[in-house]
């Protein structure tokens, strides 16, 4: 696999369009911080770190519906920074998505954060993908 970080996105947009109550994600220590951060931000219901057949284990995530109209959390997950081109934004330059409604998580010399934190500690970094 060339790039973990697609495959996590795509797996978690998968599970959303076929209305999947959970999803099991091989772990790394990066798709850890980005789940904390979904979590954080409620786009999904809740996570845990399960000890599996790879060396890091698995991130099984439970994904968040409406309870009444069962509309996903998550509308759009979109990766910015690929391994062919990578998008760097300084602190001046940090995306806004959709206005501030959703996030864009970065990978910052701090820690991974969304957009919010970044500003708030005044470091740039990476853009990693964008949620709403």
Known sequence: ????????LTRLRNAVRA???????????????MTRILFEKGYILNYKF????????????ALKYHPVSKVAAIKNLS???KPGLRKYA??????????????AIISTSKGVMTDKEARKENVGGEVLCYVY
């Open 1 to 8: 696999m060339t790039d973990p970080i697609s495959d996590y």
């Open 19 to 33: 209305k999947h109550r959970v999803v099991d994600i091989p772990a790394s220590n990066l798709k850890k911080e």
């Open 50 to 61: 399960v000890d599996g057949d790879n060396p890091q284990g698995t991130i099984r995530i």
């Open 79 to 81: 990766r910015i920074s």
């Open 90 to 103: 300084h602190t001046d330059e940090l995306p806004r998505v959709i206005n501030g409604l959703g996030i």
